[in-house]
């Protein structure tokens, strides 16, 4: 077995040693590929170990498919991972033991995803821990063409893994807000590129497959994305946080499910209204409404 592991990362002094410990006895390469630090994160990742390589930054889908395209010509099995995230030592002796002999048609391994918030683990609110695609044999895998929400796509059979990538931000919740008012806009992009396709629509929507994200993924761009803005919401907060019982996750946790939930997806909703006001009141398609509401270029 030879494992890659490919972490992006700009700015991230606060969680990447965090992160490279966590995988030092697995990976055989560590790529770390740097969007402009400008503090100590290139130094911390050398220090550590890895090989360092530059790129400018679009999105996370981009940036990750670069990384491939650019990893060595040996390298077997590549395992994402994000700066802030700990493969946890129950997932690491499960790689060890279990990856040399997978079968060779087997090229993807779903493994769980667990978030911890203002250090808080989440187990409520139906999607904790969250089955994702974080392993596969290089050349059989690559990421989503989205701008938000991304996911590998694996060519051919996949398995299961029982242990976990916990995701544990140690940033403020003023970044944290910050962050993902980012990906409010981002995800608009994906939104409108459902309805006028001006770029190549790729997804892990699927209900045969039985993954939970692809699952997910159908839900989300055939049910959710058709429900009225704003309103769902509301309705998908109340789903996770009394429903599916959020509320046990504690004050953490109901400032979680408000923030995420809720918060989150009612400004993904109001950004994208804005965006299609933009388009009738100036009569132009959603290229330029992108470009000059939100200051994405989705074609880039």
């Given at each position: 077995m030879h494992l890659t592991v490919i972490i992006l990362t700009k700015n991230e002094e606060r969680h990447i040693d965090r992160a490279l410990g966590s995988v030092a006895g697995l990976a055989d390469r560590i790529f770390v590929i740097d969007s402009g630090s400008t503090d100590n994160?290139?130094?911390?990742?050398?220090?550590?170990?890895?090989?360092?390589?530059?790129?400018?930054w679009t999105n996370h889908a981009t940036q990750f498919n670069w990384a491939l395209a650019h990893l060595p010509s040996d390298t077997e099995w590549v395992l994402r991972l994000d700066a802030d995230e700990i493969v946890t030592e129950a997932l690491a002796t499960e790689i060890k033991q279990k990856l040399e002999g997978q079968p060779a048609l087997t090229n993807g391994v779903y493994i769980s995803r667990r978030i911890k918030f203002l250090g808080r683990p989440m187990r409520w609110g139906g999607l904790f821990p969250v089955r994702v695609m974080r392993l596969f044999r290089y050349g059989a895998g690559r990421c989503e063409n989205r701008w938000m929400d991304e996911h590998i796509l694996v060519d051919g059979q996949t398995t299961e893994f029982e242990g976990e990538i916990v995701d544990d931000n140690l940033n403020s919740l003023t970044w944290w807000t910050e962050k993902h008012n980012a990906y409010a806009s981002r995800e608009v992009v994906d939104l409108l590129n459902l309805e006028h396709g001006f770029m190549n629509h790729e997804t892990v929507a699927d209900l045969r497959g039985g993954q939970q994200a692809g699952i997910k993924r159908w839900?989300?761009?055939?049910?959710?994305?058709?429900?009225?803005?704003?309103?769902?919401?509301l309705v998908y907060f109340l789903y996770r946080y009394v429903i599916r019982l959020g509320f046990l996750d504690g004050h953490e946790g109901t400032a979680f499910h408000v923030l995420q939930g809720f918060w989150y997806r009612y400004l993904v909703d109001m950004k994208l209204r804005e965006v299609k006001k933009y388009m009738r009141r100036n009569r132009v398609g959603a290229v330029v409404a992108i470009r000059d509401v939100l200051d994405i270029d989705p074609l880039s």
């Open positions: 994160t290139v130094e911390i990742a050398v220090r550590n170990g890895a090989e360092v390589m530059t790129h400018d839900f989300k761009e055939r049910m959710y994305a058709r429900l009225p803005g704003g309103i769902r919401a």
